[in-house]
């Protein structure tokens, strides 16, 4: 019988054998959709699957059956339970030399269809490869933030005390939202800033100096009791932080640690410079040093963006923004140059000009073009009159033509940030069901850690990691076969 069979399925073949491969068509059936294809299209990339067709009659069932998922010898016809959609996309290689994928198609889902037909991502375009690799940034970002979720979960036995205590401090000082008192310590922190802060501003009012025995106006002795506490806390609160932090190095060289440290380093130094340095200078230039370090005291209003995730979300779109700012400043350069340059020849006919120089006329441009105008310089001649009304409005035009893509990059990054967060908890929550259903014996499907991601296999046996991570990518599935066709069986087909 299986000889037989096998006979049935090679005889059309050999039939045929007389005639190149080129005059072979090969009948593909994806997610129901039927097409017909060329052998002399599909021998332009050998070692793709379509191509592997063309000969795989002549192998037998065992070769077919590698290949598709279902073969029906009567019609010559190719079955595959893959998306339709994405297979239009992949076949424009075999047309065109490239791939395109079509708007509203997971990447992931898409490169994992370019994987099962074995065609190189170097046929995508440029343009769709920035869109995978943005889509593999966010999965790994959720699997980042979901890993962090899990560590913070649990609790490993074989840890010691001192590591579980430094876990709890970190996760105490890090998370506020891990518990009550974690949430309080983080207000209680942020209201420390700004009274710091309000105490600085506040020690600069004349009406609240006080004179010391030399004659010089100094800070009323309260404000800095109340600037000494809040530094100690401030203090106290990096120590934790830095002794408790999982990784030494990279916490001491984490942009907002930088500024803590600048935010308390300056009390330190001038207190030291006050009581010992002057055994070692002048007091004059004690006094200009502590004066000096006293200014930096405005790094710790930063401190803030610890506590607000709308700041972080402004500072990661301004850095994404970079080429927008230097178009900007780029703008404001040729325009403060031209005017400036400008004004001061049509302001030389005046007898009392105030352009000096383009130098000095720099000034006048840049307080014209981004329409502040102090009024200190102006043109008097009727010409100097109209460079100054054209600059004006040169200046707004060229300060809002980069504005709008700044605001973009904002909300883009900001709508991005929450969807992230809503991925992470939805994949937890996701996890925890598939846990319960394996409890209880119930199928609930294998997930595996987001943090032990596989490398991607190439074929058909495999599942690569983009399915594994999440099951209802594949949201543009068509049923291939009919409830007929899809519980064929391989014996079925031979017979």
């Known amino acids: 019988m299986d000889g037989a069979g096998e006979r049935s399925l090679v005889e059309p073949d050999s039939q045929g054998s007389a005639a190149t491969g080129e005059d072979i068509e090969i009948v593909v059936n994806v997610g129901g959709v039927r097409q017909v294809l060329y052998g002399d299209l599909l021998s ?3 070692e793709t699957r379509l191509a592997e067709l063309i000969n795989c009659l002549a192998g037998g069932y065992d070769t077919i059956f590698s290949l598709c998922d279902d073969y029906d010898p009567g019609k010559r016809e190719f079955y595959f339970d893959r998306d339709p959609d994405a297979f239009k996309c992949v076949i424009e290689v075999y ?13 992931i889902c898409f490169k994992n269809e370019m994987d099962f037909w074995k065609v190189d991502l170097k046929f995508l375009d440029d343009c769709c490869k920035s869109h995978l690799s943005e889509k593999r940034e966010e999965l790994e970002e959720i699997a980042r933030r979901v890993q ?4 913070d979960l649990g609790v490993d036995a074989a840890e010691g005390r ?10 105490f000082l890090e998370k506020p939202e891990s518990s009550c008192p974690a949430r309080v310590v983080a207000v209680l922190s942020f209201l420390l800033i700004l009274v710091s802060s309000v105490v600085m501003c506040m020690g600069t009012i004349p009406e609240l100096q006080v004179t010391d025995a030399e004659g010089n106006r100094i800070e009323h002795p309260t404000l800095e009791n109340v600037e000494t506490a809040c530094i100690g806390w401030f203090t106290l609160e990096y120590l934790l932080r830095l002794f408790s932090s999982p990784n030494k190095l990279h916490f001491a060289l984490s942009f907002m640690n930088i500024v803590d440290v600048l935010a308390i380093l300056p009390f330190y130094v001038s207190l030291t410079l006050t009581h010992l340095g002057a055994r070692m200078m002048e007091l004059t230039n004690v006094q200009q040093a502590v004066q000096a370090l006293r200014i930096m005291r405005i790094a710790r209003i930063f401190k803030l963006a610890r506590h607000s995730s709308g700041l972080q979300t402004l500072t990661y779109a301004l850095k994404r923004s970079f080429k927008e700012l230097g178009l900007l400043l780029m ?7 031209v005017f400036s340059a400008l004004g001061y020849t049509m302001e030389q006919s ?10 000095q006329s720099f000034w006048w441009a840049i307080i014209t073009m981004t329409t502040v105008g102090y009024g200190d ?7 100097g009159k109209l460079n100054a009304a054209i600059s004006f409005l040169c200046g707004v035009i060229a300060i809002a033509l980069p504005i709008h893509p700044i605001i973009n990059n904002f909300v883009r990054y900001y709508n991005k940030q929450r969807v992230l967060e809503t991925a992470a908890k939805h994949e937890l929550e996701l996890m925890e069901l598939n846990s319960i259903s394996a409890g209880d014996g119930k199928p609930g499907g294998s997930r595996s850690d987001l943090d032990t991601l596989p490398p991607e296999p ?3 046996e495999a599942p690569s990691w983009g399915s594994r991570l999440k099951l209802s990518h594949s949201d543009t599935f068509i049923p291939l076969l009919t409830e007929e066709k899809h519980h064929r069986t391989r014996l079925q087909s031979c017979k």
Do not use: N
Request: net charge positive.
């Open 331 to 337: 703008y404001l350069a040729v325009g403060i140059f």
């Open 162 to 171: 001192w590591r579980r205590c430094q876990k709890c401090v970190w996760k």
């Open 377 to 383: 310089i102006y043109p008097k001649t009727t010409l």
């Open 350 to 359: 005046h007898p009392e000009t105030l352009f000096k120089s383009i130098p």
């Open 44 to 46: 332009q990339y050998p």
């Open 148 to 151: 962090l979720i899990l560590d």
């Open 95 to 107: 047309y065109f030399g490239e791939v395109h994928m079509k708007k509203g198609i997971c990447p």
């Open 458 to 460: 190439t074929g058909r």
